[in-house]
């Protein structure tokens, strides 16, 4: 037989919860407070992403279903991360919304994080694991709010009390907690935003006239490609040709969180989140939000060289 753990291997488990409550709450309460989420004109919208998604995901039919439903789906979205971040942080329901962390976590991992190679270099596979010693062992008693609504329930009713009563008034009194601090969070992210000004993209520095670098021959690089080449101060870059007589060069950087993007198509994709960018840097698909950082680049003498 098992023998039952003793609370100093269950306090193992505290740093756990408090890191995957705490992000799916902040997760849940950015998308409802960001501007783009429920626009279907945006390409960093829910609609946008789940459309992208559908194209390589294994359960593409479902999120296409989904995408034709973008509002009711991103705030069902939404909404259910919030009720995990606080349930599982004051211990209501533990194991409930453990599970429903694993899944939304699945659900990430089989249409975000589908195509990301190697797989590890996804989060969403490392978030579902993540979850599975809170969906074993709850909140293992420790700082539990159903714990304690449950016996301050139990000694205000008389002894010949309905146990179903019971429940239901830790059903309505979580209910009340959970919308309680899911305000106060978005109170506290809208705050933030408020008194917090977006810093300005980064340029790459000038190289100078005595630094230049040649890329490629014009007549290497034909229209609607693509050719990789490092700047003169080491970075990796990518430079395209649009048309003729078009030339655009960019950090091969994804601007969400610096990851190396890829060739893809017409454009460029971030294999780390999702991220797409088409031909001109532009953002086609999120989470990242702002163009990939150019490259100034001019035509010399039928060379293609940094600016």
Known sequence: MFSKPCRGELWALLPLRVFLGGTFLYAGLSKLFDTHYLDPASPLGVQAQMLHAATTSPIGPLVSFAAGHPTAVGLAIAFAEVAVGVGTLLGLFARVAALGGFLLA??????VSWTTRPYYFGADIV???AWTPLLVAGDAGL????DRLRAAIRRRRPPDHVPDGVERRILLWGGLVTATAAAFGGGVIILSRLTTTDPKPSRPADPGPNSRTVIAAVSAVAVGSSTSFTTPNGSA?????PSADTFLAFLATCTHQGCPVTPAGAGFRCPCHGSSFDGTGQVTGGPATR??????VQVVDGQVTTA
């Open 106 to 111: 699945l659900s990430f991992f089989l249409t």
């Open 127 to 129: 978030f579902a694991a």
């Open 143 to 146: 700082f539990s709010t159903t």
């Open 237 to 241: 870059a990518y430079l395209v040709r």
């Open 291 to 296: 163009a990939l950082t150019s490259v100034p």
